[in-house]
């Protein structure tokens, strides 16, 4: 593509994403237009708030940058007159997936709305959310004092109330986009413009409707002005006549014209990159390669774009190893060409480690309407998953031919690096003794270091892309990760400050990780500033635990502890309270696919699947980091994130934290998500030792989340429930029996409070711990003998629900509680005593599920 249709596609995608923002200025009463609003005015634009626009874009937007061009573009597409009016009208109406313009008149002014959760509106688990909740209007800032009721959804807001937040956001709004402009006033680069602009509108429009008059209140103007700006930019390339261009505008609803294309991409080999490092090394190490899929990820859609000359705008999620996009229903054979370089690059690199797989659908213009785009989403998943089965099937056969041969000879433990097992001839030892692997010591040096004290990630873009291999180029000695991310044109630095970075020779782009850093930086004509979220949660030894756990940990591990270092595992697993053990937490959305797929049925629009994935992403690369970080605050700091994103999370730390933190996490997802019910998670926690290899913990996490994820339950009304569970010390249960809604007095409803009764009872010696080994015993004698049952078929009733089934386990049971109430005299105690008899008796088939449990947690949990 010539450089004057690149220009054209980055100015249509600025006018679309400027197309509503004059909707705001209405709101928050900034109505100061630069024509009197009378029949003239409106017979030239067609609503105020598309004047208001046009004069925002005239305010807001550099001339240097076209703006004059921008403010007609985006001002007209009410009233479409010219070619690139009515690409930004179709843009607009293929986001928004309407069929008819729902909005015969501009909204009032007096009645601004907020915006609906997301979840408000999406069936899950057959289900609806029988709540209608609000997002909050304020910017989007989620520093670690954040609370869950300061944003999450709520009731509505009272009308001043809420008039007055659309008053400070478009002031706050129009400030930071007045110091842009200034930015790029002698000149500028457009595309970093755009993207400053695009993190601005996530900021302060995050919760902003789009629309809400005549209409359902559910995407915010951020989703759709990205949206319709990446659909402006595809449509700036399109090869239809002004005539076939306006017809399709007019009508696109049944069109089969192909307008554009998605685009989807999923890292493979992530499991087996991650898992199989050693421990020597493993902390640093560990979050340094989690990351550095991170950014690969990243890296790979952002280079796809730059190789098909389409701006950010035009990504529509990234995260959790996989990236969705929009390009040209013309781009298809340059996207297989790119497909093939990828190959090629990460092959060089990775030796067949990872595999990226790319595949693409077309989407014609009717596929943006009646709900349709679920389904084509659901059939580019499934493409991407027969890529996978046939990874790197793109290269040349000549290529395909080496990926078989001997690597090396192999078996030298000389040449080994200690940390990945593979052999390489620059190994060399380094302290304390141990042989790495230059691509090992990065991930730990120059990636996982770093990061715990990183406050801007910095992205440097190459002014011209490298040239692409033609074939493979095999290495004799390992990569380090920026060696492959600058294949790509890219250069990344992980930066607690920016003073020591040298000037950048193209684009920046500076992403700070807290509110404070962000704070601190300033747009420039090469540089674009925003907010990243990311779950950054690296514990550091303190001085404290040196002073309290120094010299333990050097007797165990042979080691002195380095204050500032990042806290080693073997640390955290003497931080756990009771038997000295580490957790491992794997955790995921549950039915996430079906999801996407079928949960807004007909309501399914492009904008609303991206306000979906940016609403699940939000919680797990933001909210999750709060909860980690408010509970090292409060716990000592030893929980450690290794990940969280996309719609999944892999934490490790002190097991009895870890525990409590995947409580945290299922306890907030609630309101979150409006209150839906069917919106869940399920978890899997297993109890490691500091020796334990770490790959194979994170394997049996997975498969405890598995075993939550393939369990069956029933409610107290009888109805019956899959997966919403958690797996921990081996016993599956639903999270509504396991305790993730703590009570405040005592209750024996769940595990967790019926272990906190437990375990009260042996910090106070009220009871020995013979009688919960006792607990513990019955119920294995019970699981014994139900595990019999099932095998023999006889464990469920006609009604096929588990069936009541009474043993020996019952009456022992009452009669050591019986004994206990006439030892004890304390009348709280007997209180307690008298109640968990009385629930047991009258469900004890039930209860014993976590009984169990909760007395082997106890156990564990008071453990000297």
Known sequence: MSEDRRERALKLALAGLLHDIGKVALRAGDTGASRTWDAEAKQDYGRLHALLSHDVVATLVPPTLGGEEIKHWAGQHHRPYQREHYIVRLADRL??????????????????????????????????????????????????????????????WDSKRVAQAYGKLWGDFKNQALTLKQAHSNGGDLETYLETLLLLMQRYFWSVPSAYYRSLPDISLYDHSRMTAALAAVLAGTDLSDGQLMALAQAPESQDTEVALLVGGDLSGVQDFIYTITSRGATSALRGRSFYLQLLTEATARYILRRL????????????????????????TALEEIRRDLSHILYTHHRGDLYMAVACLALPARDFFAGRISARWQELGEHLQAAKQRRFSELAPKDLLSLFAPQGHGGNEATECQVCGREYE???????????????????????????????????????????????????????????????????????????????????????????????????????VGRRFLVNVSPIVKREDVQGFGEAYKKQTGQDLQEGSIKPFALMEMQAEGIKRLG?????????????????????TLSRVAALSFAIGLYFEGWVGVLAQQRNRKHGDCVYAIYSG?????????????????????????????????????????????????????????????????????????????????????????????????????????AYDTRVFLEGLLKDKSANRAFVRLLIRLDERYQEEIEKRRRAGKDLGADRRPQAFWGPWNWL?????????????????????????SEMRATFHQRIEWVGLAARWAELKTRK
């Open 95 to 156: 986001s928004s997936g309407e069929r008819t313009e729902t909005e015969k008149e501009d909204e009032p002014a007096t009645q601004p709305k907020q915006l609906l959760s997301i979840f408000s509106v999406i069936q899950a688990d057959g289900e609806d959310n029988p709540h209608s909740l609000y997002w909050p209007l304020r910017p989007l800032d989620l520093n670690d004092g954040a609370t869950a009721g300061q944003w999450f959804p709520a009731a509505e």
């Open 309 to 332: 000359d389409l701006p950010i705008t035009n990504l529509v999620y990234v995260g959790g190893g996989n990236f969705y996009l929009l390009a040209r229903a013309s781009d298809k």
């Open 426 to 528: 620059d190994v060399e030892v380094y302290e304390p003794g141990v042989r790495k692997c230059k691509a090992c010591l990065a991930f730990e040096k120059e990636v996982g270091d770093p990061l715990r004290k990183a406050c801007y990630l910095v992205w440097d873009f190459e002014p011209t892309l490298p040239t692409p291999p033609t074939s493979l180029a095999l290495r004799d000695r390992s990569s380090p990760w920026s060696e492959v991310l600058r294949s790509m044109g890219l250069h990344v630095h992980i930066e607690q400050a920016l003073n020591g970075l040298h000037p950048p020779k193209g684009r920046r782009l500076v992403l700070a990780l807290d509110e404070a850093s962000l704070k601190s930086v300033r747009p420039a004509s090469n540089v674009a």
């Open 584 to 604: 491992v937490l794997r955790m995921d959305v549950d039915n996430l696919g079906h999801l996407f797929s079928q949960g807004l049925g007909q309501k399914a």
């Open 646 to 750: 996309g719609d999944d999370l892999f934490f490790v730390g002190a097991w009895d934290q870890v525990v409590e933190l995947a409580m945290d996490i299922r306890r907030d997802l609630i309101p979150y998500a409006a209150g839906h019910p069917g919106v869940h998670a399920s978890a899997g926690v297993v109890l490691i030792s500091g020796k334990y290899p770490l790959a194979q913990g994170a394997r049996d996490a997975g498969q405890a989340e598995e075993r939550a994820k393939s369990l069956k339950w029933w409610d107290k009304g009888g109805k019956a429930h899959k997966k919403d569970a958690i797996c921990f010390l081996g016993r599956a249960l639903p999270w509504s029996r396991f305790g993730y809604l703590l009570q405040e007095s005592v209750s024996f409803e769940t």
């Open 813 to 837: 049971f009452e009669y050591y509680l019986a004994r206990m109430e006439r030892m004890y005299q304390k009348e709280q105690l007997l209180q307690n005593l008298r109640t968990l008899r």
